[in-house]
């Protein structure tokens, strides 16, 4: 089993920045590829960024340009550097990891962006 514990969801002013992280544990298979997906009420989950093993990253079009995802030198974590964020962020984000064909999902850390 695998858990994966976010953190660094907040409260911030629209054109700030905040950095989330994620960290996975338990019995882990390398490669990993981790994911960033958001949710609010009433839509779906979408996908935000997601980076492989091999350091290569994609981003969902709304937040490119504005979200660097990394790696930690553990490949066990991951983080989301958010800049110049806007009220649309706003959302509870989750961290997945997908390994071996299985995903695992974190319980969500929530950014609120509002003046």
């Known amino acids: 089993q695998v858990q994966l514990v976010e953190s660094g969801g907040g409260l911030v002013q629209p054109g700030g920045s905040l950095r989330l992280s994620c960290a996975a544990s338990g019995t882990i298979y390398n490669p990993i590829t981790m994911s960033w997906y958001r949710q609010t009420p009433g839509k779906e989950r979408e996908f935000v960024a997601g980076?492989?093993?091999?350091?290569?990253?994609k981003y969902g079009e709304s937040v490119k340009g504005r979200f660097t995802i990394s790696r930690g030198r553990a490949q066990n974590t991951a983080y989301l550097q958010m800049n110049r964020l806007e009220p649309e962020d706003t959302a509870v984000y989750y961290c997945n990891a997908k390994i071996r064909g299985h995903n695992f999902w974190g319980n969500g850390t929530l950014v609120t962006v509002s003046a």
């Open positions: 980076i492989i093993s091999g350091g290569n990253s």
